[in-house]
């Protein structure tokens, strides 16, 4: 009788069938679920149709503050060392939104029309253009006010500022022109022809070489920042309309919407080193901070795709609407957000990549923020590393 005891409480003890599905499907589950993002992340979408800008707190995935702002605002960034954000108009106002306050705390009005925005590292000082009266207006950020114009004499589409925070760089699209300007004496230096159509701009962590997107040609120029004197033209066998630079410097990623590819040219030695397809017509694109990997959206056709950047290979590639324009990682690297012009959505993402690897999909969700979506930020003003 103590044998057949003691073999019935083995059986017992034995799971079922229906057990052992359960626990594989608990195991399953627990090594593909999705985490949400941890407070107080909030990403600020930057809606051109519905003039607004949609804070999303990504713990939730819900939009907290929908915050009017100028009709024809194309850029969003956040100001350094500070916790506001500048919203860049073709009315040629900026609007400064204010955290936790997420309104409008005061606008400043720099001309007929504004574009593009560069700020010294430590946020005191920004810049933006002009464009029709070919001036560059110099703002003081402390003080809310725009401390002067600089009129250059030439129609003006693209600003950046060198990463030393020395010298601004300024491209006249129709004179096919760069102008080399002195952030402290506000002054030009010097100026440089370049090819057709000059756009983007992408500059070394250094600050000794300008590469520029010669939107209107298959190339690229480089210059010396500090000579003003043109180093090469890169020829690289497509129109280019993007340049992403890695954050250790080594490279620039061209990215050519029309060809639909990505040419990697290698930054130290102005040659191509290898081109890549992409996604349908690539627009936009984030590396990680370590330079590991590169997210890129592709408005073509709704997808973003994650490239593992030292193999060259996709780690996913993943469908997020109709019209994705601008990326952003949070400040953890865990989460990317995109904003879809298309659906008019914020999508969120896995962007951990030892992560992907164990996901069906990086999608983690979509949240409505408002009409044409083409810019986004997270800021990490309460992020600690």
Not at 264 to 273: G, K, L, P, T
Request: glycine residues 8%.
């Amino acid at each position: 009788m103590a044998t057949l005891n003691r073999r019935s409480a083995i059986i017992a003890a034995r799971p079922t069938p229906a057990l052992l599905l359960a626990l594989v499907s608990l195991t399953i589950s627990a090594c593909t679920r999705k985490p949400a993002p941890p407070e107080p992340y909030l990403a600020f979408a930057l809606c051109r149709a519905s003039h607004s800008v949609a804070a999303v707190e990504l713990e939730g995935f819900r939009v907290v503050a929908s915050i009017p702002v100028a009709p024809g605002a194309e850029r969003i960034l956040a100001r350094p060392a500070s916790h506001e954000l500048y919203v860049v108009s073709d009315t040629g106002r900026i609007d400064v939104i204010g955290f936790p306050a997420l309104r409008v705390v005061h606008s400043l009005q720099v001309g007929s029309a504004a574009r593009g925005l560069a700020f010294t590292p430590d946020g005191r000082q920004a810049f933006t253009l002009s464009p029709s009266e070919g001036e560059i207006a110099f703002l003081e950020c402390a003080a809310g006010k725009v401390a002067g114009h600089l009129r250059l004499g030439a129609p003006l589409t693209s600003l950046a500022l060198t990463p030393d925070g020395r010298t601004l760089i300024a491209i006249s699209e129709a004179e096919n022109r760069i102008f080399f300007v002195s952030v402290g004496e506000r002054k030009v230096q010097g100026t440089l022809e370049v090819g057709r159509a000059p756009g983007p701009i992408a500059i070394l962590p250094d600050s000794s070489k300008v590469f520029v997107a010669d939107t209107g040609e298959e190339k690229i120029t480089v210059a010396d920042a500090a000579s003003r004197q043109i180093l090469s033209h890169i020829e690289i066998g497509s129109r280019p309309t993007a340049l992403l630079l890695k954050p250790d410097g080594g490279e620039v990623f061209v990215l050519a919407p029309q060809a639909s590819i990505m040419t990697i040219v290698d930054a130290f030695h102005d040659n191509v080193s290898q081109t890549l397809p992409t996604g349908r017509a690539p627009v936009a694109g984030v590396f990680r901070r370590d330079s590991s990997v590169l997210y890129i959206a592709n408005a073509g056709d709704g997808s973003v795709t994650t490239l593992d950047v030292q193999n060259r290979q996709v780690l996913a590639s993943t469908q997020v609407g109709k019209e994705p324009r601008a990326l952003a990682l949070t400040p953890d690297e865990r989460f990317l957000v995109v904003a879809d012009a298309g659906t008019g959505s914020l999508a969120v993402l896995v962007a951990e990549p030892d992560r992907l690897a164990k996901l069906r999909s990086a999608l983690v969700t979509t949240v409505p923020v408002g009409a044409e979506p083409v810019d986004v930020v997270v800021p990490g003003w309460l992020w600690k590393e």
